[in-house]
């Protein structure tokens, strides 16, 4: 018994799952594009206590990266969240209250470690600041029937070249007088 080849053997070329791998350069686009096993960010601040009438936030952003990338910019912002409702009905609105951007091109090697210290200046809207007596208690009872909350937060945004996901880390803080 013969066998009746269509093609010819020598034109025949493995099928990349039994022979040849297939090339890890695409899995290492995608896995750039998500940042996975790329820059993370860890976030520290000098005081977890932010003062109504205090003008400056300080801290320090620690990056670490597993392989070569461009950090092109660092973005730190103080604002603050406002969650009202739960379930299908929650909303949540961002206001940024104070914003820094340092635009300090650099890039990063396999398993390096860098620490940034940073400051954001701020001044709190009067709209933000807590009201005593009669008008206070009948605000905080309102915003238990609505069920909202707010808090504050600082927040680090680091832009890579080449990631569509951008690493961030996000510290909630306490403002006091």
């Known amino acids: 018994m013969s066998t009746l080849w269509l093609y010819s053997p020598a034109t025949v070329r493995p099928i ?3 022979g040849n791998p297939i090339p890890m350069s695409f899995f290492d686009t995608i896995k750039g594009w998500f940042n996975i096993g790329g820059v993370k960010v860890a976030l520290q601040l000098d ?3 932010i ?3 205090g003008d400056e936030i300080a801290g320090s952003a620690e990056l670490s990266s597993k392989g070569e990338k461009e950090i092109l910019r660092l973005t730190y ?3 603050t969240r406002h969650i009202t409702g739960t379930g ?3 909303t949540v609105l961002d206001k940024i209250i104070a914003e820094t951007v340092e635009e300090v091109p650099f890039k990063m090697t396999a398993g390096e470690i860098k620490t940034l210290r940073f400051a954001i200046p701020y001044v709190i809207p009067p709209e933000f ?3 005593g007596g009669v008008l206070g208690a009948v605000g905080k009872a309102g915003s238990l029937v609505a069920n ?9 945004v680091c832009d890579v070249r080449g990631t569509a ?3 961030m880390a996000m510290v909630e803080v306490s403002l006091v007088e």
């Open 51 to 53: 003062a109504y009438s």
């Open 129 to 131: 600041y807590e009201t």
């Open 47 to 49: 005081s977890k206590q």
């Open 148 to 156: 909202a909350r707010r808090s504050w937060h600082v927040m680090v």
């Open 88 to 90: 299908q009905a929650r």
């Open 165 to 167: 996901l951008d690493p």
């Open 77 to 79: 912002r103080f604002l």
């Open 16 to 18: 990349p799952s039994r």
